[in-house]
């Protein structure tokens, strides 16, 4: 049996911000947007390359929504965006403009440095050794 994990749901308070930064600053595909009604829509990005797990952009329906903006993981980094070139990576995503919260580093699984996308979610920028 194989089985997989198709979407991560990542709430965010508008999905055209959403799709901007993923797709423009992260360089992400755009897999699926499909409107559902008039206030929501599906949205699936994923990173070029990637063949199986996708990011659902999941846009805040409500107050206790919109409070977990940014914050899915309790303030941890929440999602790991793996590379095969870390310094081409973290060049392309300073260049336009992503927030690192630290300088790259060395660590005994790999170079890693931690960013944030405009809603305030974490993530590692991480290349394994």
Not at 59 to 82: H, N, P, T, Y
Not at 114 to 120: A, S, T
Request: aromatic share 10%; with cysteine.
């Amino acid at each position: 049996m194989k089985q997989t994990i198709g979407a991560i749901a990542l709430i965010v308070p508008d999905y055209d911000a959403a799709i901007e930064f993923y797709v423009k600053k992260l360089n992400f595909d755009l897999i699926e947007d499909t409107t559902l009604s008039q206030d929501k829509r599906w949205v699936l990005v994923a990173p070029k390359g990637s063949s199986e797990t996708r990011l659902l952009l999941a846009k805040a329906d409500g107050a206790e929504q919109s409070a977990a903006i940014g914050c899915q993981a309790g303030g941890r980094v929440f999602l790991f965006l793996k590379t095969d070139d870390f310094d081409r990576d973290h060049k392309a995503m300073t260049s336009k403009g992503v927030a690192f919260l630290e300088e790259p580093r060395s660590e005994p699984y790999g170079k890693v440095a931690v960013f944030q996308d405009p809603f305030g979610n974490k993530w590692d920028l991480i290349q394994h050794s």
